[in-house]
């Protein structure tokens, strides 16, 4: 069986990694070992990062949306439940743009719900 060569596809497969690195200091940008171990991780918390993010904004969504509705002394689970009973259908990002930006058309979708 012939030898394989593995110039150009062992090169290709390692400048992919050391062209994520970029930007990293030290070693972690120029040794294909480091580099690796650490764009790895960084994918990963990224991944990660990225579903965070939607956990974190739904929790200020809701809270913005809680403290609309506390002024209008009514709570957040209460005030949810109304819009669901009068088959009211807004999600709760654009509630807490409402909640923070238009005080009155929050009160006024507030309203609709008694």
Do not use: C, P
């Not at 974190?56 to 809270?63: A, F, S, T």
């Not at 909640?99 to 609709?112: G, L, Q, Y």
């Amino acid at each position: 069986m012939a030898r394989v060569r593995r110039g150009f596809k062992a090169r290709q497969r390692r400048n992919k990694i050391l062209k994520l690195a970029k930007g990293f200091h030290f070693d972690r940008r120029t040794k294909f070992k480091h580099a690796s171990e650490t764009v790895r991780r960084a994918l990963h918390y990224a991944y990660k990062g990225r579903r965070l993010l939607k956990r974190d904004m739904r929790r200020l969504w809701v809270v913005r949306i809680n403290a609309g509705a506390r002024m209008l002394g009514t709570s957040y689970s209460q005030f949810i439940s109304a819009l669901k009973k009068k088959d009211i259908t807004i999600n709760r990002k654009m509630l807490s743009e409402l909640a923070i930006r238009d005080f009155n058309a929050f009160k006024s979708i507030f309203d609709a719900t008694k």
